[in-house]
């Protein structure tokens, strides 16, 4: 079932409370409490897109949402790519994510996606300006037939999709203990960066290097 309100304090907090079946989802047109990776504050004004959804247990679920949306809107022909783990780009700048956690056998994944508001963050972006119009309940609707789909598809062929969308193949990045060159994404959904002297993969927050 879709929930949908008009405000509540975040949409991964009501639905690990409240969620019972898979693919019970609870969309909100605002949060007070919106939460992303690492705790970090979810800024959540109106006209963003805030959406949770109970999905199965399965390896690899916040990589096959981040294709899922891309798929969604590179249809519209935006310069859309996947910054491993989750981040969703627009024109190189950040405009959406995504955050899973499980809860015994269910896992509750969060999508925000700017899109009328108008993010204070400096590396952030929305659709706004770009004369798009969304209309979330059909993007939802769509976003829960891609996911379905890809839920069938094996680990390979997932990372291959999202290899298509990645921004990071060849660039620099820096951890907490090192930097290196990203080569690929391992088959486990692992960032496999090359140093000086060896192989790493990473599960890690990175950062790119300018
Ligand atoms: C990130 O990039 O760190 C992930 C951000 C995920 C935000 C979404 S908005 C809907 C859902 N509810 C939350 O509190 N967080 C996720």
């Not at 504050?41 to 805030?50: H, I, K």
């Not at 996947?82 to 015994?104: A, F, T």
């Not at 004369?131 to 976003?143: A, C, H, P, W």
Request: proline fraction near 2%.
């Amino acid at each position: 079932m879709i929930n949908i309100v008009d405000n509540i304090k975040s949409t991964n907090t009501w639905l690990t409370e409240f969620g019972l079946d898979n693919y019970d989802s609870m969309i909100s047109l605002k949060q007070s409490e919106g939460y992303g990776r690492l705790g970090r504050f979810w800024e959540s004004d109106l006209g963003g897109l805030y959406f949770s959804v109970n999905l199965p247990n399965r390896n690899l679920l916040p990589i096959i949402i981040g294709i899922s949306v891309a798929d969604i809107l590179v249809k519209l022909k935006l310069n859309v790519k996947l910054k491993w783990p989750n981040d969703i780009l627009l024109n190189d700048m950040k405009l959406g994510g995504v955050i899973c956690h499980s809860e015994g056998k269910i896992t509750v994944a969060g999508l925000g996606i700017n899109i009328s508001n108008e993010p204070s963050i400096r590396t952030s972006t929305s659709l706004v300006g770009l004369g798009i119009e969304i209309n979330k309940l059909s993007f939802v609707d769509e976003l829960l037939e891609k996911i379905k789909n890809y839920l069938n598809f094996n680990d390979k062929d997932i990372i291959d999709k999202f290899l298509f969308y990645d921004c990071l193949i060849g660039k620099q990045v820096s951890w907490s203990e090192g930097n290196g060159t990203v080569v690929t994404v391992s088959e486990d959904g692992r960032l496999v960066v090359i140093t000086n002297h060896e192989k790493i993969y990473l599960t890690e927050e990175i950062h790119l290097n300018d």
